[in-house]
Every structure is written in C-alpha cells, then in structure tokens.
C-alpha cells in the first residue's frame, strides 16, 4: 500500500499539473491577464471574503473547545489556522500533515486531547455544512434544470446517504474506535503501532462524543458558522463573474461554489488544486453557457488569493516549527 501511494502521489501531481498548463493554453494566457486587469481593486474583496471564511472558521474551532478548558484566544487560532490551511493547500500531504500541527501547536497552550477532539469537531461539522450546501445545490439544480434530473436524484441520494454516516457515528452511545483498538491482536503490527497512543486516542474519541451528545446548541451554532462559510465562495464567483464576464446571478455563482467544494472534496492532496480547479470551473460555467476561458480565469483568480494566505500561513508555521522552546506557549 506505502509503495502505491509512493508512486500513485507524484503520478497525481503530474497529472494535475499537466492538466492545468493545458487550461491555461486553452483559455489563452492573455485571456486570464485581461481578467485580472478588469478585477483591478476587487481582488482586495477576494482577500477579504476568504479572510472572513477563515475567520468564521476559526470562530467554529473556538466554539469547539469545552467551555472550562484554558483555550488560546481567537487571534491565536486564527494564526493556527492560517498556518495548518497553507500546509494543507500546499503539501502533497494535505490535512494530514496540516490539522496535525494544529493539533500540536493548539495543545501548547490546553490539554492535547482536548486540542485534538477541537480540531476533529470542527473539520466534522464543517464537513457536514458543506455537505448541506452541496445537498442545497442539487436541490435548487433540480428544481431549475428539468434536463438534469436524473444527475440531480443521483447526487441528491449521494450527499443524503453521506449525510448518514456521520450522523450516525455521533449518535452511537459508545466509542466505536476504542472498541476496534480493543479487538486488534496484540502481536499485530497495528497494535504495536498504535499502542503508545492508545490512551489519548480514546480519550480524543471520549471528548468528541460527549460534545455532540452534550453541547446540542454549541453543534447547532457551529453547523451555522460552517454553512456559511460556503457563501464567501458564492461571493468571490459572482464578483469575479460581474466583473470579467459583465453578467452573473447567484444562482450560477451558487453552482460554481457547489462544485468548487465538491473538487476540494475529492481532490483535497492536490497542492493548490492545480488543473482540478480549472477543469471544475470551465466544465461548470460553460455548462451554464459561459466561455471555457471565463471558467479557468475564475479558477485562476480564485487561486491567486489562496496564494496570498497560504504564504502568510507557511510564514507561521514556520515560526512555530522554528520557535525556540522557551517561546512555545506563545502562539499569536
């Protein structure tokens, strides 16, 4: 399996890469400087829009953490964030290396289970609020284009039937992976891996439970923060399609989010979602009758600000790597 993925990741990102240098040929490199041009200043809406996704975000995470627990202060997690987003967008690693060192740097200033179980909620409910909008979208998709209905039902069934799963791990009564670590032979090479942690896996897995059996308002709260983020992306689409393409309704901008967040889905080990972004985007607006290079321009566009906050995230994490020992509980 490690031998797979050895080959199967730089295969990927070759992939991706050649996708994206045929996105640009085709859209014409003129073509994406001439939108660029015309969203002059609004690019600064770009930076604010998703600034107030991560900022929404972070409020979620917050508001993940049990009340009484000594938690960092929002400006902190913010920082946190920002450090663990440009790691995830920008490493063939993704989130696994990403949330990992939000979970160590949070854990520096509250116990590591309970910065463990914050991050894990929060990536959970998020992943519920989006697949909400996604649901939304197929929904308002149906009801708009009677030609795709047989392709709505299915997605419909598709996001419903995800919408289950972890609906159902967070109802169960008792800790399901305990019971998993519980059953695994001790001469096996998983339990031998995983042994030293054992302790704080359960005790990760105790606390996410407790919360969601718990704090029904605190998830309720957060699931709003989560599904909100989603419309800073139907924002930044219908600026970018006002401005460059001189028509837009929400609407369509509404459909270019739903599928900007289904590639992030799928394609989430692709740094910076090279080629999948510029793929989604022209496939999804020329399907609502916009060019080919209306849809990698947008793409492209949209990168440029992720760019911007991926380097003040590496930035940090940088510094949180590099701090000296003495300096580790200070985050912010």
Not at 62 to 67: G, L, N, Q, V, Y
Not at 107 to 123: D, F, G, H, L
Not at 297 to 310: E, G, H, K, P, Q
């Amino acid at each position: 399996m490690r031998k797979t993925l050895r080959y199967l990741r730089p295969v990927a990102l070759l992939a991706s890469l050649a996708l994206f240098v045929y996105a640009l040929r085709w859209a014409g490199i003129r073509t994406i400087l001439d939108s660029a041009r015309a969203l002059g200043v609004g690019f600064v809406w770009l930076i604010l829009l998703s600034g107030l996704r991560h900022a929404l975000r972070t409020a979620a995470w917050h508001a993940s953490i049990e009340p009484d627990t000594p938690r960092p202060g929002l400006l902190s997690l913010f920082a946190l964030r920002l450090a663990g987003e440009g790691l995830n967008v920008a490493t063939p690693a993704g989130p696994l290396l990403g949330e990992s060192v939000k979970v160590w740097a949070a854990s520096k200033q509250m116990p590591e289970s309970s910065s463990a179980s914050s991050v894990a909620i929060e990536n959970i409910v998020y992943g519920l609020g989006a697949g909400l909008f996604m649901l939304a979208g197929s929904v308002l998709l149906l009801a708009t284009s009677p030609h795709a209905r047989l392709g709505s039902w299915m997605v419909v069934t598709c996001l419903l039937a995800s919408l289950l799963v972890p609906y159902a791990l967070v109802r169960r009564s008792s800790p399901m992976i305990a019971r998993l670590l519980e059953r695994l032979p001790a001469s096996s090479r998983a339990k031998r891996f995983i042994g030293p942690y054992e302790t704080r896996i359960k005790a990760v897995e105790t606390e996410i439970l407790e919360f969601f059996r718990a704090r029904r308002l605190a998830f309720i709260g957060i699931l709003g923060l989560e599904f909100l983020t989603n419309f800073t992306g139907v924002a930044e689409a219908y600026l970018i399609l006002k401005v460059t393409a001189f028509h837009a309704s929400l609407v369509n901008a509404y459909f270019v989010e739903v599928m900007n967040r289904a590639v992030q889905l799928f394609f989430v080990f692709v740094p910076f979602g090279l080629g999948v972004d510029e793929g989604a985007a022209a496939g999804t607006l020329k399907a609502l009758g916009y060019s080919v290079s209306q849809g990698v321009s947008l793409a492209v566009l949209r990168r440029a600000r992720t760019v911007f906050w991926a380097a003040i995230g590496l930035l940090l994490a940088a510094r949180y790597c590099l701090a000296r020992p003495v300096e580790e509980g200070s985050l912010a």
